[in-house]
């Protein structure tokens, strides 16, 4: 039996939910999703300042997690806040659900579209795939131009848009699949491959996948080099209960 800690990098419970609904729609029988989010931080994440603030809440349950001898962590936030720091802190794997689709879109197309949120975050995207080496595979990048909490409303109108702007990347990127961008987006995938016949990617499903491969090879996180843990030193305040001893 596996455990894996979904972690929504926001504070927003209702995003945490759909994550969870999905995640444990995919996952295999014998595995436990553990949805959890920060107790402090960004209700959103919509730029390189919330990203930083929920980088601490995604370290704290990282911690947490370990602690509980999970087999792997997912990082539910298209930015992957924290992603490297969490795997020096983890023992198990840490994925990221961008990159968790791009991997993904790579085995299966040659090009890749991304649809995302707001403008702004079309950069962090491109910070992320230039940092994961994904630049040549990606054909394109577009926003729904709605906040994220907009997935969280229940008007369906973020959820319209985004399958709007699938259709048109499909039209015109000419890329063989889609990632989409925000972890909010989640159960949009399965319904948007079977209307558009083309692999529209969720990076959660994805990173769900990917924990129960990983622990399946027993691999897990390097810790030889620039992952191990974090040297020991005296964290003060509020830090101190990162401290791993
Ligand atoms: O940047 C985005 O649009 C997506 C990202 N922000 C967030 O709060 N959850 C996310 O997946």
């Not at 997912?74 to 840490?94: H, N, S, Y």
Request: hydrophobic share 45%; proline share 4%.
């Amino acid at each position: 039996k596996l455990c894996i800690q979904l972690i929504n990098p926001n504070t927003s419970l209702g995003m945490t939910e759909v994550m969870a609904a999905t995640a444990r729609q995919v996952a295999a029988p014998g595995t436990e999703i553990w949805a959890v989010c920060p107790e402090e931080g960004a209700p959103s994440i919509e730029g390189h300042f919330d990203e930083a603030i929920a980088a601490i809440g995604v370290l704290q349950q990282v911690k947490a997690g370990r602690a509980a001898g999970v087999d792997g962590h997912i990082i539910a936030c298209f930015g992957d806040p924290g992603l490297l720091a969490a795997r020096e802190l983890a023992q198990a794997p840490v994925i990221g659900i961008a990159e968790a689709a791009m991997h993904m879109a790579t085995l299966l197309a040659t090009r890749f579209s991304i649809v995302t949120t707001l403008p702004r975050t079309l950069t962090i995207a491109r910070h992320l795939l230039h940092q994961y080496g994904f630049e040549r595979h990606c054909a394109a990048l577009h926003a729904i131009d709605l906040p994220v909490l907009a997935l969280d409303d229940g008007s369906g109108l973020a959820q319209q848009k985004v399958r709007e702007q699938c259709i048109a990347a499909k039209k015109s990127d000419g890329s063989g699949a889609i990632v989409l961008g925000c972890g909010g987006m989640a159960d949009l995938a399965q319904e948007l491959t079977l209307e558009l016949g083309i692999p529209v990617i969720d990076g959660v499903s994805a990173a769900v996948k990917m924990v129960e491969s990983l622990a399946a090879l027993r691999l897990s996180t390097s810790k030889h080099g620039d992952l191990d843990y974090p040297i020991e030193k005296p964290l003060s305040g509020r830090f101190a209960g990162l401290n791993l001893g």
